[in-house]
Nanobody, 124 residues
Framework: QVQLAESGGGLVQPGGSLRLSCAAS????????MGWFRQAPGKEREFVAA????????AYTDSVKGRFTMSRDNAKNTLYLQMNSLKPEDTAVYYC?????????????????WGQGTQVTVSS
């Protein structure tokens, strides 16, 4: 089992940047593919980005391509999401999640463990 804790959210102006972190407990972090999801007020939770177990492969939803970069440091049991050129529509609670699949999963149903989320608000 793995426990996940997100941090790094906050209030930022449009065009600004934030870096989210997700700290994982346990000694098997490197065996999990990882994902970021987000849920805006009144909307369903949606996929943002995913990364393979060793970080060689990534996937992004179209709306964040070129602006967000996902990475991981398996030695530190930590996942990151660098978010640049933020827009008001990026406002949401952001969740990290862990999956046992060896691929780069984009479906929520492939993720077994979830963090509690961190709020990101993009507003002037």
């Amino acid at each position: 089992q793995v426990q996940l804790a997100e941090s790094g959210g906050g209030l930022v102006q449009p065009g600004g940047s934030l870096r989210l972190s997700c700290a994982a407990s346990g000694r098997t972090f490197s065996s999990y593919a990882m994902g970021w999801f987000r849920q805006a007020p009144g909307k369903e939770r949606e996929f943002v980005a995913a990364i393979s177990t060793l970080g060689a492969r990534t996937a992004y939803t179209d709306s964040v391509k070129g602006r967000f970069t996902m990475s991981r440091d398996n030695a530190k049991n930590t996942l990151y999401l660098q978010m640049n050129s933020l827009k008001p529509e990026d406002t949401a609670v952001y969740y990290c999640a862990a999956s046992r699949t060896l691929a780069v999963p984009t479906s929520q149903s492939e993720y077994y463990y979830w963090g509690q989320g961190t709020q990101v608000t993009v507003s002037s």
